[in-house]
């Protein structure tokens, strides 16, 4: 029997606490490893603890003028929440985001890109609006491919 490689479930609430944000700039930046891993450090020379794992969050912003940019932003939690926070990074005690489409995905990170279409065709088919941002949660990670979390936030009030 085939495993279900995209597990989808509706109304879920993503919470998260002490998260320390950081906007990635995909032309300027240094390597998403490399950005993590500066992140997990400055948590540490604060006196704190990353835990869990590794999250994304994703954006299409249009300005005025019809310009199209995509915001990226990494995220960590960490065991406490740390005060006196430098740019370029960000500190926020709770980000709840509910009413969420969301999917459980499992396979190789190079097809992570079906969750997503997986939650877009189900909100198309069932009339379901969606804000447009994303978090992606990377649970796991092995040789046989990611584990990762997929929340879309609707747009309506259901």
Known sequence: MKKDKI???DNKILKLTNVLVKEIDLKDSNGLDKEVFQMENYIKNRGAQPIGPLIQFTNVET???NEVKIVVKLMRQSNTFIHNIEAPYKMESIIRVKNCMYARYAGEESKLKFA???INLIA????ISLKGDCYTIFVNSN???IIADVFMERADNE
């Open 116 to 118: 997503y279409d997986k």
């Open 143 to 145: 040789d046989d491919g």
């Open 124 to 127: 198309f088919e069932e009339d």
């Open 7 to 9: 597990q989808i479930s």
């Open 63 to 65: 300005s005025d003028t």
